[in-house]
């Protein structure tokens, strides 16, 4: 005589383990997608939070010099980069010597190399990372877009000092020399935005 027991589920049927499963799933896809869009959304702010407290190299800006100018010097070297734009971006000085708390002047140029007016805007960042809370900047041409003219070239200053604080800090304090560095991106803002506008309608 056979033994029979309880039926095994149709291919179509769910266990109530797949049904939990799924549903478990499904969960995880939902809040992954949640994330890449939150990452999406928050690139504004984590630039924001990079420039007010020097996070990742970045170079805060800041709104009066320091009161004081310590008798001990670092060098300062430049670098210059573009990504994607016909333009040649050379630093006027290859270093520098500051004093830290003394306020600097340097220049880089910029020239558009191509028959139409381009927007770009500059990233920076400071090497090594821990100098990026320390060096900061009074006035640059990173805040805000930059348009060059067809065959133009632009010169533009850098008003910048290293903190004090930065002869304090144990991850600073024995380095005696920072790199600030800058690339230029293509920036579609302003007027080249409204032709883009203009060209679509057209189109």
């Known amino acids: 005589m056979s033994q029979t ?11 109530p383990q797949q049904r939990r ?12 997608a949640a994330m890449v869009g939150a990452a999406y959304a928050s690139v ?4 924001a939070f990079c ?4 996070f990742d190299g970045t170079v805060r800006k800041a709104e009066a010099a320091p009161g004081k100018v310590l008798d001990r010097q670092l060098t300062v070297r430049f670098d210059a980069n573009v990504r994607d ?10 270093q520098q010597q500051a004093k830290i708390g003394e306020t600097k002047l340097a ?15 500059a990233v920076f960042n400071v090497v090594p990372e821990q100098a990026g809370p320390y060096f900061q900047k009074l006035d640059c041409f990173c ?15 850098v008003l910048y000092f290293i903190d004090p604080k930065y002869a304090d800090d144990f991850e600073t304090k ?3 020399e920072v790199t600030l560095s800058y690339t230029f991106f293509r920036s579609v803002s302003g007027s080249e935005r409204a032709s883009v506008s203009v060209a679509k309608k057209q189109g």
């Not at 220049?107 to 805007?121: A, H, K, L, W």
């Open 107 to 121: 220049t880089f140029r910029v020239t558009n190399n191509s028959d139409q007016p381009i927007t770009g805007r």
């Open 5 to 15: 027991g309880p039926s095994d589920p149709t291919p179509r049927e769910k266990t």
């Open 21 to 32: 499963n799924r549903r478990l799933g499904l969960i995880c896809a939902a809040g992954f």
């Open 174 to 176: 024995g380095k005696s």
């Open 85 to 94: 734009l016909p333009w040649t971006f050379t630093a006027g000085q290859v």
């Open 51 to 54: 420039q007010l407290t020097g």
């Open 143 to 157: 805040f805000t877009d930059q348009t060059v003219g067809p065959g133009e070239t632009l010169d533009m200053p």
């Open 44 to 47: 504004p702010l984590y630039r």
